[in-house]
């Protein structure tokens, strides 16, 4: 099977059929430093969870030849953020971090690939500064029991029956030591942002957090576990990295995707009426104010992946399956505000929820390629795409 609607760029296969390949999330870095080797994990089967034992294989991609290296193996994964595999900052062409299991405890490992040593982080990895002196840390179980398909299975969350625990919430990890301790709890996060349920009690959990460009601060996506409602609520916190100077840039409502374009400044698919006057879009917000603008209101229609281009002049789109089971790829001027769509890729439908493929797309470090993830051809693989025509024509 290999459906295709249209495509204004040809897309190039980098994976080989022998399994199931797939990076995971859209705002990680999957290419090197010099832009040579893209990262991604290998598992051998596509239509289920993960379960505790299921091993994923962890390699990188020599893109001269697109032949798969297998480095490391792994029980902490899942289908849209891997095992938080990505290349580390300071040692972009030969150091990777990951998460992994140790016993009954997930933690997070620094792999030198030339030496073949590696080390461990006292907790997993969330998200990594910029800079490569910290990454930041979460409650993996606790996500598990919120959305599967961001936690890992196997180990369970000893804070389950504690709404908002005072000795759980973001951990800051020093890597060079491994080091973590607990910058701000949830019961803290909870004291911040409670005065939106009028003195109702919900449980809550991190489940999204990223360092900014320079790795000072913080957003956390703040959710409340489902009620009767059946329907979570996101609050929008920053915070310095050691859990100081908290901010609510929005209180509980609907926030999705969203990526930092510097380190004051973040684009997010967020549409509160009291904070978006325009409805469900994608907006820029200044961090620590309340200022807010559109990008454009008659392109980006609906929530997508989005991340900026390494020189912030482009805007990298995606889309969930329309009724035909495709997902569709674009790219903004955000100077012409002109945008197109770069193709349209066949969804495989009964991979839906928490097994999704969704493309995920990512830009290389010279911001010239883009690679994306898909179940076009009938299995999961990763695809890159040259852009440089595109990008040279100022789209």
């Known amino acids: 099977m290999d459906r295709i609607k249209d495509e204004v760029l040809q897309a190039e296969r980098i994976t080989k059929q022998d399994g199931h390949y797939f990076f995971g999330y859209y705002d990680t870095p999957a290419w090197s430093g010099n832009d040579r080797y893209h990262l991604c994990h290998r598992v051998a089967f596509c239509n ?10 962890l390699g990188y991609i020599d893109l001269s030849n697109n032949s798969f ?8 994964w899942n289908f849209q953020q891997g095992s938080m595999l990505q290349w580390h900052p300071v040692y ?26 590696s080390y461990s982080l006292e907790r997993p990895v969330a998200n990594v500064d910029p800079t490569g002196r910290y990454a930041v840390s979460i409650n993996f179980p606790r996500m598990y029991d919120f959305r599967p398909g961001y936690g890992y299975a196997g180990e369970a969350d000893p804070y ?8 759980d919430g973001i951990y800051l990890i020093d890597l060079q030591s491994g080091k973590s301790q607990l910058t701000i709890s949830l019961q803290e996060i909870w004291k911040f942002t409670k005065s939106y349920f009028q003195g109702e009690d919900r449980k809550i959990l991190i489940n999204h957090i990223t360092f900014n460009t320079d790795g000072s601060r913080l957003i956390a996506l703040v959710r409340c576990f489902p009620d009767t409602d059946k329907i979570w609520k996101t609050a929008i916190v920053t915070m310095n990295r050691d859990g100081s100077d908290v901010f609510l840039l929005a209180d509980y409502g609907y926030a999705s995707h969203y990526h930092w374009r510097d380190r004051e400044h973040l684009v997010i698919h967020a549409g509160e009426v009291q904070t978006h006057p325009e409805g469900e879009q994608l907006y820029v917000w200044k961090d620590k104010k309340h200022e807010i603008q559109t990008i454009d209101t008659s392109f980006f229609l609906k929530d997508g992946h989005c991340s900026y281009s390494p020189d912030r002049r482009f805007m990298l789109y995606d889309s969930y399956p329309d009724s035909d089971s495709y997902r569709h790829l674009y790219i ?13 890729y066949y969804s495989m439908p009964e991979l839906d929820g928490d097994i999704r493929c969704d493309l995920h797309p990512r830009w290389n470090r010279e911001g010239t390629w883009i690679s994306f993830d898909s179940t076009h051809e009938g299995q999961r693989h990763v695809y890159r795409m040259n852009l440089s025509s595109i990008l040279t024509n100022d789209n």
Not at 48 to 57: S, T, V
Request: no cysteine.
């Open 48 to 57: 289920r969870l993960p379960h505790a034992k299921d091993q994923a294989e």
């Open 69 to 76: 290296t297998v480095i490391a193996e792994t029980t902490a």
């Open 92 to 117: 972009p062409q030969d150091t990777v971090i990951y998460n992994a299991r140790n016993g009954s405890n997930y933690e997070g490992v620094v792999l030198n690939l030339t030496t073949g040593k």
């Open 160 to 167: 389950a029956n504690v709404l908002h625990p005072h000795d």
């Open 332 to 344: 903004n001027n955000l100077q012409t505000q002109k945008g197109i769509k770069l193709g349209s």
